[in-house]
């Protein structure tokens, strides 16, 4: 086998580690005090003393809820076979009542083989739905819902919520709720009434601290050695990869992706792209390729927009930039192209065109978002009578223009001089 | 040029279906469409002729390292990835890049593009379609596979499609293996790529299908599918107040001088000639605009221009040469550096200018400002004209000023009232003319229009007939009956036109303000054509 046929094979190994998320937060699961262990006793214990619960898990996107949630069911699925039937839903998808209650009687039919009708009311479904809870609570089955972007069911009239919490104060049924937010005020959105019933279990995700970001690249970047892989190849990418993470300009890298954004999602992209770097021929990873993902992960693209401009929508953006400094409440193309002109009048300059144009020019900037309207309203007033407004600050601007390779030297001096 | 361009642009505007059909395939378009075969796993990949790396390389000038990022990012076959958020200014080929390599991949994508796709509906079952190879045709009566109008519906019909296809590219994977078909899909990924996300922002209810297009590789939990978006603007564009799982960013620039010297080169037939030319214009276009389809509308005239004294296309032009069709060329370069909408003679700029309407959205609103030379170089009937006429007066004018510029004693008298107020309102010129500059042209109901329309068809009239000033307009009523008939039709066939533009209705009355867009220029050249006296109703401030 080739050495490149072993760098692919490596490849698409690592690929699908990172993809896979449930991989990537399995060494978060040993220690007592970890969020994996605080929640699986929760719902184990609820499944063999056959209660109600609800726990709601908080934390910035990223930091690995759902895979951690992912992980416990699966746990608590082996362990108690045929105890647990699991209903997913996600607010993004289900905000709206009868949407989700539908949803719910649509997994319940599946998972308990029975036949689901589309055409079913609100109403029937909701009985439904807490005819099954009883069944089921019977039957000593726990019925998880995991209520994915907790949020967004809070709101309207939280009819789901209190469906669900008020079916959970009876003793015969058996039901856990696990509501996951990014929003850490989730249970405050909540009404009174559903508040009430509402267990305030609180589980709080944060983005891992240095030390776990360093076990977690080891624990996915290294390559096992019990794989199809030959094993001499294994150990010299291992040494090598290690040796790269202990160097002083990795951690240099990684403090500076993690300055900026300390999610696990966030490393896991970085992560992704330095992968996707490697070179197939040498089928090793370095520290070049860390250095070009953090480049390509961390962009800034109002820099980058402005790169692309061409000079005279340049010659528009400090126009509007001066119009800004001046301090008028509002304008729009046609001041601009007054100051355009009064410019060009002063210092003669070599870019005049046609307000035609320059219009076009105004137009592309809006395109690229480098400017925007004041205001949404207005559809039927034509672009040059808009107010509009800069979306760039003048660091940004003094920046482009500084790095813009042919930036003619009459606005350098204009943006210097009016600072 | 064009023919350089044509591919480029259908592969933008259309779903893959019919952009496979690149020229030289018409013929396989044409049979494919009276015989029907059911579609089959193959139809998921691109086209039918294979290209190698580096053809896919010398294809697309000036996105090389795009490539090369996108390749390694999509990575080696049947390998999972994280889904990809592609962004570049317009035309700098991210749809067909992006095409291309799944074409070189050989890999099944499903491709929707949310302009043609306008709501959530239609973009939902597009995909669905197109996963579960559904055509529509008369047989089902062009409807699709799924009715699906809701995300969570989507979500399950979706993953219930993909499983299918990801089962069937298995088997047809263990087919090909023993039997060695000749079936040139490869690998067990299915991609779906989505184009022009950042229209969805204007849609209803964006808000939650933002997000949840975003967190859809999450949703789905499959391995075995890719996502990737195509947007015109950055990733900063998109944050929503409770965030997303973001994407991997891949940066399309806008192409660089050389970049577009090497676009334009293609598909040259002279290219020393076209070189040469380049090296005149190129430079002085680039300051305004680096956008290829704005800076191939402009070169194919003036390279035209260029060749005139050139009995053969053929020749290879000298120094000597070069310079005296510079200086033929000189005169031209201004004047078109000036203008960004050309309309020369009929026949040739028809197809030209349809196609400058397909690539450009608002190029209706830049038609008002284009400099035509003396005259209107348009067909207008002459109460449309008229109409117009006053439809600018309408806007320029305050409603106040009405009855005494339009009263029957006629136009000297105006005159002199308008002279004295505007001396009246000379410390408020500044001002004025700064309210003029922001809030633009003034909104008017019907009713204000007619009545202006009517005056000056009127006055006009019998300033034609009768030559004699002076008289009473009751006269004429019977005159301007003709005139009025289908009025109101012109009115519709303006507003269509983009000369008055129709606004929302005024708050105290509840009736329909138009406002008229015309500029001064056009007004006034149109005044001429009918030899009205424009600027004697002009209220100047």
């Given at each position: 086998?080739?050495?490149?046929?072993?760098?692919?094979?490596?490849?698409i190994?690592?690929?699908?580690?990172?993809?896979?998320?449930?991989?990537?937060f399995?060494?978060?699961?040993?220690?007592?005090?970890?969020n994996?262990?605080?929640?699986?006793?929760?719902?184990?214990?609820?499944?063999?003393?056959?209660?109600?619960?609800?726990?709601l898990?908080?934390?910035?996107?990223g930091?690995?809820?759902?895979?951690?949630?992912?992980?416990?069911?699966?746990?608590?699925?082996?362990?108690?076979?045929?105890?647990?039937?699991?209903i997913?839903?996600?607010?993004?998808?289900?905000s709206?009542?009868?949407?989700?209650?539908?949803?719910?009687?649509?997994?319940?039919?599946?998972?308990?083989?029975?036949?689901?009708s589309?055409?079913?009311?609100?109403?029937?479904?909701?009985?439904?739905?807490?005819?099954?809870?009883?069944?089921?609570?019977?039957?000593?089955?726990?019925?998880?819902?995991?209520?994915?972007?907790?949020?967004?069911?809070?709101?309207?009239?939280?009819?789901?919520?209190?469906?669900?919490?008020?079916?959970?104060?009876?003793?015969?049924?058996q039901?856990?709720?696990?509501?996951?937010?990014?929003?850490?005020?989730?249970?405050?959105?909540?009404?009174?009434?559903?508040?009430?019933?509402?267990?305030?279990?609180?589980l709080?995700?944060?983005?891992?601290?240095?030390?776990?970001?360093?076990?977690?690249?080891?624990?996915?970047?290294?390559?096992?050695?019990?794989?199809?892989?030959?094993?001499?190849?294994?150990?010299?990418?291992?040494?090598?990869?290690?040796?790269?993470?202990?160097?002083?300009?990795?951690?240099?890298?990684?403090?500076?992706?993690?300055?900026?954004?300390?999610?696990?999602?966030n490393?896991?992209?970085?992560?992704?792209?330095?992968?996707?770097?490697m070179?197939?021929?040498?089928?090793?990873?370095l520290?070049e390729?860390?250095?070009?993902?953090?480049?390509s992960?961390q962009?800034?693209?109002?820099?980058?927009g402005?790169?692309?401009?061409?000079?005279?929508?340049?010659?528009?953006?400090?126009?509007?930039?001066?119009?800004?400094?001046?301090?008028?409440?509002s304008?729009?193309?046609?001041?601009?192209?007054?100051?355009?002109?009064?410019?060009?009048?002063?210092?003669?300059?070599?870019?005049?065109?046609?307000?035609?144009?320059?219009?076009?020019?105004?137009?592309?900037?809006?395109?690229?978002?480098?400017?925007?309207?004041?205001?949404h309203?207005?559809h039927?007033?034509?672009?040059?009578?808009?107010?509009?407004?800069?979306?760039?600050?003048?660091?940004?601007?003094?920046?482009?223009?500084?790095?813009?390779?042919?930036?003619p030297?009459i606005l350098?001096?204009?943006?210097?001089?009016?600072? | 040029?064009?023919?350089?361009?044509?591919?480029?642009?259908?592969?933008?505007?259309?779903?893959?279906?019919?952009?496979?059909?690149?020229?030289?395939?018409?013929?396989l378009?044409?049979?494919?469409?009276?015989?029907?075969?059911?579609?089959?796993i193959?139809?998921?990949?691109?086209?039918?002729?294979?290209?190698?790396?580096?053809?896919?390389?010398?294809?697309?000038?000036?996105?090389?390292?795009q490539?090369?990022?996108?390749?390694?990012?999509?990575?080696?076959?049947?390998?999972?990835?994280?889904?990809?958020?592609?962004?570049?200014?317009?035309?700098t080929?991210?749809?067909?890049?992006?095409?291309?390599?799944?074409?070189?991949?050989?890999?099944?994508?499903?491709?929707?593009?949310?302009?043609?796709?306008?709501n959530?509906?239609?973009?939902?079952e597009?995909?669905?379609?197109?996963?579960s190879?559904?055509?529509?045709?008369?047989?089902?009566?062009?409807?699709?596979?799924?009715?699906?109008?809701?995300?969570?519906?989507?979500?399950?019909?979706?993953?219930?499609?993909?499983?299918t296809v990801?089962?069937?590219?298995k088997?047809?994977?263990?087919?090909?293996?023993?039997?060695?078909?000749?079936?040139?899909i490869s690998?067990?990924?299915?991609?779906?790529?989505?184009?022009?996300?950042?229209?969805?922002?204007?849609?209803?209810k964006?808000?939650?299908?933002?997000?949840?297009?975003?967190?859809?590789?999450?949703?789905?939990?499959?391995?075995?599918?890719?996502?990737?978006?195509?947007?015109?603007?950055?990733?900063?564009?998109?944050?929503?107040?409770?965030?997303?799982?973001?994407?991997i960013?891949v940066?399309?620039?806008?192409?660089?001088?050389?970049?577009l010297?090497?676009?334009?080169?293609?598909?040259?037939?002279?290219?020393?000639?076209?070189?040469?030319?380049?090296?005149?214009?190129?430079?002085?276009?680039?300051?305004?605009?680096?956008?290829?389809?704005?800076?191939?509308?402009?070169?194919s005239?003036?390279?035209?221009?260029?060749?005139?004294?050139?009995?053969?296309?053929?020749?290879?032009?000298?120094?000597?040469?070069?310079?005296?069709?510079?200086?033929?060329?000189?005169?031209?370069?201004?004047?078109?550096?000036?203008?960004?909408?050309?309309?020369?003679?009929r026949?040739?700029?028809?197809?030209?200018?349809?196609?400058?309407?397909?690539?450009?959205?608002?190029?209706?609103?830049?038609?008002?400002?284009?400099?035509a030379?003396?005259?209107?170089?348009?067909?207008?009937?002459?109460?449309?004209?008229?109409l117009?006429?006053?439809?600018?007066?309408?806007?320029r004018?305050?409603?106040?000023?009405?009855?005494?510029?339009?009263?029957?004693?006629?136009?000297?008298?105006?005159?002199?009232?308008k002279?004295?107020?505007?001396?009246?309102?000379?410390?408020?010129?500044?001002?004025?003319?700064?309210?003029?500059?922001?809030?633009?042209?003034g909104?008017?109901?019907?009713?204000?229009?007619?009545?202006?329309?009517?005056?000056?068809?009127?006055?006009?009239?019998?300033?034609?007939?009768?030559?004699?000033?002076?008289?009473n307009?009751?006269?004429?009523?019977?005159?301007?009956?003709?005139?009025?008939?289908?009025?109101?039709?012109?009115?519709?066939?303006?507003?269509?036109?983009?000369?008055?533009?129709?606004?929302?209705?005024?708050?105290?009355?509840?009736?329909?303000?138009?406002?008229?867009?015309?500029?001064?220029?056009?007004?006034?050249?149109?005044?001429?054509?009918?030899?009205?006296?424009l600027?004697?109703?002009l209220?100047?401030?």
């Open positions: 086998m080739g050495r490149e046929n072993l760098a692919g094979e490596a490849l190994l690592l690929r699908s580690r990172l993809c896979n998320p449930k991989f990537v399995s060494p978060f699961s040993d220690s007592a005090d970890s994996y262990s605080k929640l699986k006793f929760i719902l184990s214990s609820s499944v063999t003393e056959a209660c109600n619960n609800s726990v898990l908080l934390g910035p996107r930091c690995g809820k759902n895979a951690v949630l992912e992980l416990v069911i699966e746990d608590l699925l082996k362990e108690y076979p045929d105890m647990i039937s699991v997913k839903l996600n607010g993004l998808l289900h709206d009542d009868n949407c989700a209650v539908k949803e719910i009687a649509r997994q319940l039919c599946v998972e308990h083989q029975l036949l689901f589309k055409m079913v009311s609100f109403d029937d479904n909701t009985q439904f739905m807490i005819g099954m809870l009883r069944e089921c609570g019977l039957a000593h089955k726990t019925v998880m819902f995991v209520l994915d972007e907790f949020d967004l069911f809070a709101q309207g009239k939280q009819r789901l919520l209190y469906c669900l919490l008020d079916a959970m104060q009876s003793v015969t049924s039901a856990v709720v696990i509501g996951v937010s990014c929003r850490l005020d989730a249970d405050q959105l909540l009404e009174k009434r559903v508040r009430s019933r509402f267990s305030h279990r609180k709080l995700f944060l983005p891992p601290s240095k030390e776990d970001l360093q076990r977690l690249i080891k624990h996915i970047l290294v390559l096992p050695t019990d794989s199809s892989l030959p094993h001499d190849y294994v150990v010299e990418f291992n040494a090598k990869l290690l040796n790269i993470l202990a160097k002083e300009r990795f951690k240099q890298i990684i403090d500076t992706l993690s300055n900026s954004d300390s999610t696990c999602s490393l896991l992209r970085f992560l992704f792209s330095a992968v996707c770097h070179d197939l021929k040498s089928g090793f990873l520290i390729n860390f250095k070009a993902a953090l480049s992960i962009r800034q693209p109002k820099l980058e402005l790169k692309d401009c061409s000079i005279l929508e340049l010659y528009m953006l400090v126009c509007m930039w001066r119009l800004e400094v001046r301090e008028q409440d304008y729009n193309f046609n001041s601009v192209m007054k100051e355009y002109r009064s410019i060009h009048d002063s210092f003669q300059t070599s870019d005049y065109y046609a307000r035609n144009v320059c219009l076009r020019a105004f137009e592309h900037l809006l395109e690229r978002e480098l400017i925007s309207f004041m205001d309203r207005g039927n007033q034509s672009t040059e009578f808009r107010p509009a407004k800069l979306l760039i600050s003048y660091h940004e601007l003094y920046q482009g223009l500084k790095s813009y390779r042919s930036c030297a350098q001096k204009l943006i210097d001089r009016e600072r | 040029m064009g023919k350089e361009e044509s591919p480029q642009v259908v592969t933008r505007r259309t779903t893959r279906s019919s952009s496979s059909s690149t020229p030289n395939s018409k013929n378009e044409t049979t494919k469409s009276c015989n029907p075969q059911p579609m089959t193959n139809d998921l990949v691109f086209g039918d002729e294979h290209i190698s790396f580096d053809d896919l390389i010398s294809s697309l000038p000036g996105r090389r390292s490539i090369h990022e996108l390749v390694r990012l999509l990575g080696p076959l049947n390998s999972p990835t994280i889904p990809l958020f592609i962004y570049g200014g317009t035309s080929g991210k749809t067909s890049v992006v095409l291309q390599i799944f074409r070189y991949l050989n890999r099944p994508f499903v491709y929707t593009s949310c302009r043609t796709c306008y959530p509906r239609v973009l939902f597009s995909i669905l379609n197109q996963l190879l559904h055509r529509k045709d008369v047989g089902n009566g062009y409807s699709s596979a799924k009715r699906c109008e809701r995300p969570s519906d989507f979500v399950n019909l979706l993953r219930e499609a993909l499983l990801v089962n069937n590219l088997g047809h994977l263990e087919n090909s293996s023993s039997k060695k078909s000749i079936g040139r690998g067990k990924m299915v991609y779906l790529i989505i184009d022009n996300l950042e229209l969805v922002r204007e849609w209803d964006s808000a939650n299908l933002l997000p949840f297009l975003f967190k859809l590789y999450a949703i789905l939990m499959l391995p075995e599918v890719g996502l990737v978006y195509i947007s015109n603007t950055s990733p900063d564009t998109y944050y929503s107040d409770t965030g997303y799982i973001e994407p960013p940066y399309f620039p806008d192409y660089t001088e050389e970049d010297r090497q676009i334009f080169l293609r598909n040259q037939a002279n290219q020393k000639l076209y070189s040469s030319f380049l090296e005149v214009v190129l430079r002085p276009f680039c300051r305004t605009t680096r956008r290829v389809d704005e800076l191939s509308a402009a070169f005239p003036l390279f035209k221009k260029y060749c005139e004294p050139l009995s053969d296309l053929g020749i290879s032009p000298s120094e000597e040469m070069k310079r005296r069709l510079f200086s033929h060329l000189q005169p031209h370069i201004m004047p078109s550096l000036n203008e960004v909408f050309k309309i020369s003679s026949p040739s700029s028809e197809g030209e200018s349809n196609k400058e309407k397909a690539n450009r959205q608002g190029c209706t609103q830049r038609l008002r400002g284009c400099p030379i003396d005259e209107i170089d348009f067909h207008m009937s002459t109460s449309a004209k008229y117009l006429i006053s439809a600018f007066l309408a806007s004018n305050p409603a106040t000023l009405d009855a005494s510029l339009f009263d029957s004693t006629g136009g000297s008298d105006n005159r002199k009232r002279r004295n107020s505007s001396v009246k309102s000379m410390e408020h010129k500044e001002a004025a003319e700064q309210e003029l500059l922001m809030k633009g042209p909104t008017f109901p019907l009713e204000r229009l007619l009545a202006i329309f009517q005056c000056i068809t009127s006055v006009e009239e019998y300033t034609l007939e009768e030559e004699e000033p002076g008289t307009s009751l006269g004429v009523e019977s005159g301007d009956s003709g005139l009025m008939s289908d009025v109101l039709l012109q009115v519709s066939s303006l507003c269509n036109a983009n000369f008055i533009s129709k606004g929302g209705s005024c708050p105290l009355d509840g009736s329909t303000r138009y406002r008229s867009t015309a500029s001064e220029d056009m007004a006034l050249k149109v005044a001429r054509s009918l030899k009205f006296p600027s004697k109703y209220y100047r401030r």
